[in-house]
C-alpha cells in the first residue's frame, strides 16, 4: 500500500496504473473510517483492480460555525484499516496541497443543492462539489463509490459527473447501521452514552415512516408523528429538518404516489446527525 | 478528418487515440475561424499529434442582452479551413448535447473574473469556465491552446486548471493580427467598412500606450491619452473600459514598475471589441 500527500506524485503513479491497464477504484473520504466506508472499499475492490481511498477533512465544505476543527482525525488507525483492504493507494494531502493561496475555482451545483441539507448549510455542496471534482481529476477514477447516508450528497456529485462530462460512473451503496439501527457515521463519535442512546430516535422515527408510507398516510402526518417520537424519544435533541421529498428532484411530495426519499437533520448535543430511507409506496 | 456531434463518439475516438500513444491538442473555438484560430492549431499540429478542433458557440457565456444569436456561424467554411489545417477531429455539438434540461453545474473562477470583462460582463467567465470544463473532461487534452487577444480568458482558464487539477497544459499564443494592426476576431464582421476604419484605433492607442509606458507616463496619464485618441479617430464609439492591469493579478496598476497589461474594450456600432499588449516599463 503506497502512502501519499502529493498531487504530482499521485498522479505519475494513476498514468502508470492505467498504461497497464489497470481499472481505477476511488473512494474519497474525511478519514475517521468506520463500516461504512469499509462497504465502499470492499464494493471497488471487486469492481475495479486498483482501489485509491483519498483522507481529506475538506475546509471548503463546512460552514463557519461547523465543526472543522474538532471533526475525528486518526490517520494512524485510519491507515491500519485500509491495509487490511487490501487498498492500493491513499491519497493524505494537506490543506495546502489542495488549496493554494491564490485558490479561486469552485463547482457548484445549484438546483438539488437548494433543498434538505443544502438548505441548511449554505457552501456546503459547492464545498463538496469542488474537493470531489479536484479528486476526480487527481485520481482520474473509473468508478467512484460514495454512500447512501449522504443521499443527497451522491445524486449531486452523480449530477455534477453528468453535468460536466467526467469519465467515470459514480456507484451508491446502502447505509450501513450498527446492530440496534443508527446509521454509521464518523460524527457518531461525538456523543456521550446517553446521546448515544438518543440518536437512535432518527432510526426509529424512519421505522415509523415507512409504517405510515405503506398505510397510506400523507407527508402532513407522518412529519408530525416522526416529530413526536423525536421529542420523546430523545427530548434535549434539536430537529432540523424532516422532509418526504421526491427521490430524484429532492422537492417536498405533497402526496405521496410512488417512492419517496424520508430525510432528517437532527442535533444530539453538539452532533448534528443525518439520516435517510427510501421508501415505495 | 472526423466531424462528430456527439459526446460518447469523441471520447470513444480518443480513448482509442490515447491508447495508440497520441498526444492530444486541443483548441476550442464558437467557429467563425479566423488567422488567430488558425496560428493555435498550426501550434498544435506541432506539438501533439491528434488536433481536435471544437467548434461551439456556448450559450452560457453571452449576457443576455448580448449577441449570442447573431454570433457569425459558418460551419462549412470552417469545416474547410479545419480540412486544410490537417485538423484530425472536429467536435461540434449542438446545445442540447452539452446542455440538458437538468443542467444545473457551474464552474467559477472569483478572484481574476471581477476585473476588465468580467466587470462587464457578470456570468461571462462562469459560462466560460464553465463549458472548458466540460470540453477538457470530453477531449482529455494533453495541452490546449488559447489566444492572448483574450488574455483574461487565458488565465482565468489557467488559474482553473490549476485549481481544480485538471491534467494538462495550456498554451496561450500571441495576438494575430491584420497588416494595419486590427486584432483579428470573429466579430469583426459586424464592422461596416466605415466602422472597420474606425476599429483601428483600439490598436493605435495601445501603440500609444506602448511609446508612453517607455517614456515613463504613468496610468492616469496613458489612459487619458487613450480615451482622446479614441474619441478623435472613431467618433461614434463607445468605451467600455481602459484599463492598464498587473498580468498576473489583473488589478488597476497606480504606478507603472515593471510589465503591465494594457487592456480595453470599445463599442463600434454594435460590435464589442476587445485588444490588450503587454508592456515592459
Redesign the interface.
Known sequence: MIVLRN?KKV?EIINKVKKRGDTVGFIPTMGALHEGHISLIKEAKKNTSFVVVSIFVNPTQFGPHEDYRKYPRNFKKDKEILKQEGVDLIFYPNVKAMY?K???????????SKYLCGKRRPGHFKGV??IV??LF??V?PDIAYFGQKDYQQAVIIK??V??????LKIKVMPIVREKDGLALSSRNTYLTSHQRKEALSLYHALKLAYRMVKNKKQPPTIIKAMQKLIKKEAPSSKIDYINIVDPFTLQDVRKIEKRVLVALAIYIGKARLIDNMLIKR
Chains 1, 2 share one sequence.
Open positions: 498531487v498522479r493554494s491564490k485558490f479561486s475555482t469552485y463547482v457548484e451545483e445549484i438546483e438539488l462539489c469542488t471534482a479536484k481529476n487527481i482520474l449530477r455534477m453528468k453535468d460536466l462530462n467526467f469519465s
